[in-house]
Nanobody, 128 residues
Framework: QVQLVESGGGLVQAGVSLRLSCTAS????????MAWFRQATGKEREFVAA???????????DYANSVTDRFTIYRDNPKNTVYLRMNSLKAEDTAVYYC??????????????????WGQGTQVTVSS
């Protein structure tokens, strides 16, 4: 059974950095696309970043509160773990962050409905 377990969330002040981890188990992840999504209270879940397990393809969200210059997704294959490094956190980054895995597509992408497995989420709260 596939399991994704996130960790690393917490309550932090604006401007600091945080690293989220997602450890996968139950299946070979060498062909999986891994992604991070987030959902703030009262808002829809939104895409943050994705990577192929090989790391050859990464993709970041492109919206008004851009994460491209502040967030980095990367993985540690021997540990079956994908990370999301978040720098210069802002209050608007406050959300539950979810890890997801897609075994059906090849390249990194943002289509949440294509992701087969999801973690339980980890709360990130940024105080201003």
């Amino acid at each position: 059974q596939v399991q994704l377990v996130e960790s690393g969330g917490g309550l932090v002040q604006a401007g600091v950095s945080l690293r989220l981890s997602c450890t996968a188990s139950g299946r070979t992840f060498t062909s999986a696309v891994m992604a991070w999504f987030r959902q703030a209270t009262g808002k829809e879940r939104e895409f943050v970043a994705a990577t192929t397990w090989s790391g050859g393809s990464t993709y970041y969200a492109d919206y008004a509160n851009s994460v491209t210059d502040r967030f980095t997704i990367y993985r540690d294959n021997p540990k079956n773990t994908v990370y999301l490094r978040m720098n210069s956190l802002k209050a608007e980054d406050t959300a539950v962050y979810y890890c997801a895995a897609d075994f059906g597509r090849i390249g990194a992408h943002s289509d949440q409905y294509e992701y087969d497995y999801w973690g339980q989420g980890t709360q990130v709260t940024v105080s201003s």
